[in-house]
Nanobody, 125 residues
Framework: QVLLVESGGGSVQAGGSLRLSCAASEFTYSTYCLGWFRQAPGTERVVVAR????????YYADSVKGRFTISRDNAKNTLYLQMNSLKPEDTAMYYCAAKSGACAGYTSPAKYNNWGQGTQVTVSS
């Protein structure tokens, strides 16, 4: 099991920016597919962005394309989600997750077996 700890959430006004961080324990990022998911009250957890284990391929949900950027710092064992031009509909609990091996196109939360505790993002209009 890999320990993941998110930080960086908060409350911002629409149009603002936040950067979420996910610190990981001991593992080598190149062996894991990494993702950011979000879940609003009463809704299912959905993928926001995904980074391949090689770091060469990124996936973004249509709702965040052009506004969010996923990246990682191997030296710090940290995954990031830069969120710009935030909208009220981005309000949710955000989770980072890791899946062993390649992403293989998976966006379902069920395919990821390591999760952080979540960090709340609230965007006001």
């Amino acid at each position: 099991q890999v320990l993941l700890v998110e930080s960086g959430g908060g409350s911002v006004q629409a149009g603002g920016s936040l950067r979420l961080s996910c610190a990981a324990s001991e593992f080598t990022y190149s062996t894991y597919c990494l993702g950011w998911f979000r879940q609003a009250p009463g809704t299912e957890r959905v993928v926001v962005a995904r980074l391949s284990n090689t770091g060469s391929a990124r996936y973004y949900a249509d709702s965040v394309k052009g506004r969010f950027t996923i990246s990682r710092d191997n030296a710090k064992n940290t995954l990031y989600l830069q969120m710009n031009s935030l909208k009220p509909e981005d309000t949710a609990m955000y989770y980072c997750a890791a899946k062993s091996g390649a992403c293989a196109g998976y966006t379902s939360p069920a395919k990821y077996n390591n999760w952080g505790q979540g960090t709340q993002v609230t965007v006001s209009s």
